[in-house]
């Protein structure tokens, strides 16, 4: 089992390996996400404060969220999130930037998901 799988707290012990398994990745990742930008949105802003260093929104596959450091091991096993999502907090609307945030946060769903996919089998890949 890779670290970055190890840190996302999935409890399975493996990375995805099926287009099902992909999907509920996906699915599980964005829920995170979707939580921290919106119910836990007060706890979010408060944990991305621009005095500390470069901070990452990860979304985990167990459908929790943290905001922390960018994994130390290089290069890293998964795509890294947006880097350094704190910094522009206070020189921007609030609004403005959950959907930067938002968007950079899509933009490394995607990235994950292709990520896993490009180690499908043949048949997989050809059932997408």
Same mark, same amino acid.
């Not at 409890?11 to 099926?18: H, K, N, V």
């Not at 522009?88 to 899509?106: E, F, I, P």
């Not at 994950?112 to 996919?117: C, G, I, K, P």
């Given at each position: ?7 996302? !707290? ?13 999907? =509920? ?26 005095? =500390? ?11 929790? $969220? ?17 880097? !350094? ?11 403005? $930037? ?9 933009? $490394? ?17 050809? $059932?997408?």
């Amino acid at each position: 089992m890779d670290a970055s799988y190890r840190r996302a !707290g999935t409890g399975s012990g493996s990375a995805p390996r099926s287009v099902e398994d992909i999907y =509920k990745d996906y699915r599980s990742r964005r829920s995170a996400i979707l939580r921290a930008l919106t119910h836990d949105v007060e706890e979010f802003y408060a944990l991305c404060d621009p005095e =500390k260093e470069n901070l990452c929104l990860y979304g985990y596959a167990n459908e929790a $969220w943290e905001v922390a450091l960018p994994a130390e091991e290089v290069p890293t096993e998964l795509p890294e999130p947006a880097l !350094g999502i704190n910094f522009a907090r206070d020189g921007m609307n609030r609004g403005d $930037w959950l959907a930067l945030v938002a968007v950079h946060s899509d933009s $490394w769903l995607v990235s994950v998901a292709f990520y896993y996919a490009a180690r499908l089998n043949r048949s997989d890949r050809g $059932w997408i």
